[in-house]
């Protein structure tokens, strides 16, 4: 469903990335932010090259050193870059039968609600 600029009242929102004509708003919002941040590479975007997460430097690493690894990179990416959350829980599941497929399972609060939400990161 097609939603019209004019119904939109939140002050932070962005288009849905997988659903054309929708927006997230609130939490979700948040959310898409943080998979947003957690999938792009530093230096990937020319406007903003800090942007991002050096995620790729852990991937060749062993699991023992990668998880944590992953784990600070993707805390000081949100930091910085994601204010309005506040992540209380995450970890990185690392597919031993191919050890550069990861997943970022994290739990986040959103500052200045009661909203908590749980969401994922696949990186490939």
Same mark, same amino acid.
């Given at each position: 469903?097609?939603?019209?600029?004019?119904? %939109?009242?939140?002050?932070?929102? =962005?288009?849905?990335? $997988?659903?054309?004509?929708? %927006?997230? #708003?609130?939490?979700?919002?948040?959310? =898409?932010?943080?998979? %947003?941040?957690?999938?792009? =590479? &530093?230096?990937?975007?020319?406007?903003?090259?800090?942007?991002?997460? $050096?995620?790729? &430097? @852990?991937? $060749? &690493?062993?699991?023992? =050193?990668?998880?944590?690894?992953? %784990?600070?990179?993707?805390?000081?990416?949100? &930091?910085? @870059?994601?204010?309005?959350?506040?992540?209380?829980?995450?970890?990185? $599941?690392?597919?031993?039968?191919?050890?550069?497929?990861?997943?970022?399972?994290?739990?986040?609060?959103?500052?200045?609600?009661?909203? #908590?939400?749980?969401?994922?990161?696949?990186?490939?």
């Amino acid at each position: 469903m097609s939603t019209d600029i004019r119904d %939109i009242t939140a002050t932070d929102w =962005q288009p849905r990335l $997988d659903a054309p004509g929708e %927006i997230v #708003t609130g939490a979700e919002d948040v959310a =898409q932010c943080l998979r %947003i941040l957690f999938a792009t =590479q &530093k230096r990937s975007d020319p406007h903003r090259p800090d942007f991002g997460c $050096d995620l790729l &430097k @852990w991937i $060749d &690493k062993p699991a023992s =050193q990668a998880a944590p690894g992953l %784990i600070r990179e993707a805390l000081e990416a949100a &930091k910085r @870059w994601e204010p309005r959350a506040d992540i209380v829980a995450m970890n990185a $599941d690392i597919d031993t039968a191919a050890p550069h497929h990861v997943t970022l399972r994290y739990t986040f609060r959103v500052l200045g609600t009661a909203a #908590t939400l749980s969401a994922e990161t696949v990186l490939a």
